[in-house]
């Protein structure tokens, strides 16, 4: 049905998966109930986020309960930048199977182009001015062919990456066996990337929305590496909630609509259950092309997770996030 996008393999991804960044432990098992319960069967997760024990113990609860089938389920996990190495994709996506409590994902994502060192005990590797130490070493192609080895291997139905450039896309697919299935991406009304998204799209490459909403959380998370950042609020848009009103919808349900309206899925967050229930309650309206256009001419440039917490990250050799506060 159209709740789906199917992949360039012919796999299936729901439209709407509930992003978990920023969830604590307490509130992730509650959320991620809350959020089966509400009929999401798309989560997305990562390492980096720190919560896939606490989404495995609670998928265990659902499937050993029969409430769910597995293969009702689209769970999407990240090789993180710390693991960005060939040799380091298949113990990783062991350790995340491990923490899931799953024999497979869905799909298998390379988190970031990019890559940071780490030292022994886990924290990463600073230099003397405090900015991350970053390997200038990485090749995409060749954790490709890794990646490539995990559907073989039956560890991931699918692959693909994350925060990749149009650039970076183009290079893998002239390099691979296995054609990248999606690359998740910030993307909302005010960050459209539209170059990127059309190449992805022509190419079959499906594309998923990250901070869909916008991300507010990261205020808190920039905070915490000493960032004072303005941040922009999408839903209170006049022309976002002018839509929202014509359509007795919210203007977080538009956001959503616009998303899936052109082609692409979306992953919004909330720990909150009517939020949860909203945001995947937007399969009964649709947006005019008029009103399709309106959001489009909305573009600003404007990147909210623009991994400036990773201070020196833009030192890296494939690091290529150009937006309103990096050089
Ligand atoms: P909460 O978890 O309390 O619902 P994004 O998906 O772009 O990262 O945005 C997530 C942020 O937006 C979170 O702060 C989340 O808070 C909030 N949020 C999620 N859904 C909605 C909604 N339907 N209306 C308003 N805020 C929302």
Known sequence: GDKYLTFNNGQKMPLIGVGTWQASDEEIETA???????????????????????????????????????????????????????HEVEPTIKKSLADLQLDYVDLYLIHTPFTLNINEDGSFKVDAEGLLEVDPTTNHAAIWVEMEKLVEKGLAKSIGVSNFS??????????????????????????????????CKAENVSVTAYSPLGSKGIAAFNAGAGIVRDLPDLMDIPEVKEIAAAHGKSPAQVLLR???????????????????????????????DEEVAK??????????????FFHGVERHPEFTFKNQYTK
């Open 295 to 308: 959001l489009l001419a909305l573009d600003k440039n404007i990147r909210v997770c623009d991994f400036a």
């Open 166 to 199: 149009k650039d970076q896309v183009a290079r893998l697919l002239k390099n691979c066996k296995i054609r990248p299935a999606n690359n998740q991406i910030e993307h909302h009304v005010y960050l459209q990337q539209r170059d990127l998204v059309d190449f």
């Open 32 to 86: 991620i109930d809350a959020a089966l319960e509400a009929g999401y069967r798309h989560i997305d997760t990562a390492p980096v986020y720190g919560n896939e024990p606490a989404i495995g113990r609670v998928l265990k609860r659902w499937l050993d309960a029969g409430k769910v089938k597995r293969e009702e389920l689209f769970i999407v996990t990240k090789l993180p930048p710390i693991s960005n190495r060939p």
């Open 258 to 288: 616009w998303i899936i309206d052109t082609g692409l899925c979306a992953i919004p967050k909330s720990t909150n259950p009517a939020r949860l229930k909203q945001n995947l309650d937007v399969f009964d309206f649709k947006l005019s």
